[in-house]
């Protein structure tokens, strides 16, 4: 095992997109990087029936994100087993093993037990808006914030191993910029990522953004592991709309909010995840 590991913890595949250049830039400099998932996005729209039915859905999504983190040279993966909760307000709401109605004891023990096995000093999930309000992302910034406090309590979860305390958790999203940027290219269109919402409430503040990560030379890597799931390529996926020139302009800088630190905070000038992070 590497004496530096990152974390990535989220909720369907595909979402680790928002941290495919830290993932290929940290892995280039020795860091060893895995990602959990809550489900295998078991709900929501195919972009051609020919790829996956309703039934066989999380299998095809699984297998896509294996080659897409290939690409991304994640060695490193786990899925804690619940379902895709869908859209809020929607029918998969209701499910019995959706994420949304898992209780926060149970989310935050199987999360703890990686923590403690994987030992990574670095943690990114979402923020608390979700990034764009999904009820799974947004119970998943819960239950990592949660899970981050846990793992380094010896009276919590004893069972799932000795206590390990991370040193640093980040939130990811776009900026708030970027989201009403986005949403004004995409008025007029049928746009999920905003109904219901005020973009100027989404996304991370100017004033709260900690890193800055420059992820140019990786970008075409991105979207190489982007493109590997192939079910979620829809017509009215709000980020594949953009202009090609706007969307590699995007892609080419990745935004993260440090949320907690137990080595002190972050200075602009650092620009690094792993800035004062102790080797272990």
Not at 73 to 82: C, I, K, R
Not at 105 to 115: S, T
Not at 117 to 144: L, S
């Amino acid at each position: 095992m590497a004496d530096k590991r990152l974390l990535g913890v989220f909720a369907h595949p595909d979402d680790e997109g928002s941290i495919g250049g830290a993932l290929l830039h940290y892995n280039s400099l020795g860091i060893e990087t895995g990602l959990v998932y809550a489900t295998r996005g078991e709900v929501g729209q195919v972009s051609d029936p020919l790829l996956a039915t309703q039934e066989n859905m999380g299998q095809v999504r699984e297998n896509e994100l294996r080659a897409a983190l290939a690409a991304l040279s994640v060695p490193h993966l786990w899925f804690l087993d619940y379902r895709d909760s869908g859209m809020a307000g929607s029918s998969a709401n209701q499910h019995p093993q959706a994420l949304m109605n898992a209780g926060g004891a149970d989310v935050i023990g199987k999360l703890v037990a990686i923590i403690r096995q994987f030992r990574p000093q670095v943690i990114i999930t979402f923020d608390e808006t979700g990034g764009y309000g999904h009820p799974d992302h947004i119970a998943m910034y819960k239950n990592t914030v949660g899970a981050f406090h846990s793992a380094a309590d010896s009276v919590q979860y004893p069972e799932a191993g000795p206590a390990y305390a991370v040193s640093k958790l980040y939130f990811t999203s776009l900026s708030r910029h970027q989201f009403e940027t986005l949403a004004e290219w995409m008025q007029g269109q049928e746009a999920e990522m905003f109904k219901g919402k005020n973009p100027s409430e989404m996304g991370i503040p100017d004033d709260r953004i900690s890193v800055m990560l420059d992820v140019e030379r990786w970008q075409d890597l991105k979207a190489a592991a982007q493109a590997m799931h192939r079910t979620q390529i829809y017509p009215n996926n709000a980020m594949l709309s953009l202009p090609d020139e706007l969307r590699r302009k995007w892609r080419s800088t990745e935004i993260y909010q440090l949320a907690t630190s137990r080595v002190g905070p972050d200075m602009m000038s650092e620009n690094d995840l792993f800035a004062r992070v102790i080797p272990g």
